[in-house]
C-alpha cells in the first residue's frame, strides 16, 4: 500500500506548501490542468506514435465524423474545435492533401465545406477505436461511481463557468 492510499486526502502533500483553504479554488484549478495537461500529451505522443498524426487532425477528423455526411464548413469547424478560422483552413487543407477528406458542392462558393472521405471514415475509425482505449487506460484507477461522480461535478463546473463567463471568449462547448 503506497502512502498515498494509506493517508485519508486532507493529510496528502501539497504542491502549493500547505495553501490555506481560501486557495482551494487554485488548488482545484492546477489539479484540472495537470490532469488535461497530462492526459493530452499522453493522447499526442500515442497519436504520434500509433498514426503518424497530430491531436489537431484527430479533433477535426473526430468533429467530421460526428457531423456527418453534411459536413461543416470552416466556421463550424473553426468553432467545434474553439480555434480560428486560418487553423481550421490550414488542418483541412493538410487533411484533403491526405485524402483523409473532401469538398462538398454549396451554394455559396466562398463558403468551403468539407466531409470525411471514404479513406477518412476508414482512418478514423480505427484511431477513434485506439483512442477510446487509451482514454479507458487513464481513467482505469477510478471506479465506476467516482468516474460518475467527478463527470457530474465537472458537468456542474461547466455550466458555473458558463454562467460567469463572458460570451466574448468563445462558444459552450
Known amino acids: 500500500m503506497s502512502l498515498?492510499?494509506?493517508l485519508p486526502e486532507r493529510l496528502l502533500p501539497d504542491r502549493l506548501g500547505g495553501a490555506p483553504d481560501g486557495k482551494r479554488a487554485l488548488r482545484l484549478w492546477l489539479r484540472l490542468l495537470t490532469c488535461s495537461t497530462r492526459i493530452?500529451?499522453?493522447v499526442s505522443q500515442r497519436l504520434r506514435d500509433e498514426f503518424d498524426t497530430t491531436l489537431p487532425r484527430f479533433d477535426m477528423l473526430s468533429a467530421l465524423d460526428r457531423a456527418g455526411e453534411t459536413g461543416l464548413t470552416m466556421g463550424e469547424a473553426a468553432d467545434?474545435?474553439?480555434?480560428?478560422?486560418?487553423n481550421v483552413t490550414g488542418l483541412a487543407a493538410r487533411l484533403?492533401?491526405?485524402?483523409?477528406?473532401?469538398?462538398?458542392?454549396?451554394?455559396?462558393r466562398r463558403v468551403q465545406r468539407v466531409r470525411l472521405s471514404a479513406a477518412g471514415k476508414a482512418r478514423f475509425a480505427v484511431m477513434a477505436a485506439a483512442h477510446e482505449r487509451?482514454?479507458?487506460?487513464?481513467?482505469?484507477?477510478?471506479t465506476e461511481t467516482e468516474a460518475d461522480d467527478l463527470t457530474r461535478l465537472l458537468e456542474r463546473t461547466k455550466r458555473s463557468l458558463h454562467a460567469t463567463t463572458p460570451e466574448e471568449l468563445g462558444p459552450r462547448s
Open 4 to 6: 498515498a492510499t494509506a
Open 40 to 42: 493530452g500529451q499522453t
Open 80 to 86: 467545434r474545435l474553439m480555434v480560428s478560422n486560418g
Open 96 to 108: 484533403k492533401a491526405d485524402g483523409l477528406i473532401e469538398p462538398m458542392a454549396g451554394a455559396d
Open 134 to 142: 487509451w482514454i479507458e487506460a487513464l481513467f482505469a484507477d477510478l
